[in-house]
């Protein structure tokens, strides 16, 4: 069993920059794919960014590309997702997830899951 612990959420400015951070246990992290989702109010969560296991692979939401990031560091089972220039539109609780299979940008393939860190964007 996979257990994910998220931090790094916050209240920043806009145009201000904010890193999470996601450490894994649990699992062979190093075969996991990662990735990061969001759910803002109101709303269904969306995918945000994704990473293959060696990290030669990534994949953002069309919102975010340019502005976000997604990192792994398998030595020490975490993924990062560095978000910079945030907006207002970037106000979510951010969820890590964890993948025995494929780098996929929907939350069903997605086995694992953090309990979130909420980042808060002010105008």
């Known amino acids: 069993q996979v257990q994910l612990v998220e931090s790094g959420g916050g209240l920043v400015q806009a145009g201000e920059s904010l890193r999470l951070s996601c450490v894994a246990s649990g699992g062979t992290f190093s075969r996991l794919a990662m990735a990061w989702f969001r759910q803002a109010p109101g709303k269904e969560r969306e995918f945000v960014a994704t990473?293959?296991?060696?990290?030669?692979?990534?994949d953002y939401a069309d919102s975010v590309k340019g502005r976000f990031t997604i990192t792994r560091d398998n030595a020490k089972s975490t993924v990062h997702l560095q978000m910079n220039s945030l907006k207002p539109d970037d106000t979510a609780v951010y969820y890590c997830?964890?993948?025995?299979?494929?780098?996929?940008?929907?939350?069903?393939?997605?086995?694992?899951w953090g309990q979130g860190t909420q980042v808060t964007v002010s105008s």
């Open positions: 990473i293959s296991w060696s990290a030669g692979t990534k």
């Open positions: 997830a964890a993948s025995g299979g494929y780098w996929v940008k929907v939350e069903a393939g997605y086995d694992y």
